[in-house]
């Protein structure tokens, strides 16, 4: 949804020739504008959401709570270049122990 966000409210993003979340990201303007470590972060949520949904086997605990920081930090990091504030600034502060462990 922040992907699709990004397009909608951002003129310089050009929509590439699909729609799905890999084409979206893979977009030359989208990779300029997001940078290296947000581009890098999206694509771990991008595999790792592929994977839960399209995959025969459950997703590890680790691995899943790695794709919830990455969504977070790639997100804060939009908000950040907004408000003008540090990387260092930006703390994921949920617990781990409020995510299921099922």
């Known amino acids: ?6 397009y ?5 993003l050009k929509l590439p020739y699909q729609d799905n979340l890999s084409a ?3 977009e ?3 990779k ?4 290296e470590a947000v581009f890098g972060k999206a694509r771990v949520i991008n595999t790792l959401g592929n994977r ?10 680790a691995d899943a709570l790695v794709t919830v920081r990455e969504l977070f930090y790639a997100t804060a990091s939009r908000r950040g270049t ?8 930006w703390t994921c502060s949920i617990p781990e122990s409020t995510f299921p462990r099922s």
Do not use: C, E, N
């Open 8 to 12: 909608k409210h951002d003129a310089a």
């Open 32 to 35: 300029q504008a997001a940078g």
């Open 1 to 6: 949804m922040a992907v699709a966000w990004a």
């Open 28 to 30: 030359p303007s989208f």
């Open 52 to 61: 839960a949904v399209h995959g025969q086997r459950a997703i590890p605990y």
């Open 24 to 26: 979206l990201i893979h």
């Open 82 to 89: 907004r408000r003008r504030t540090s990387p260092s600034q």
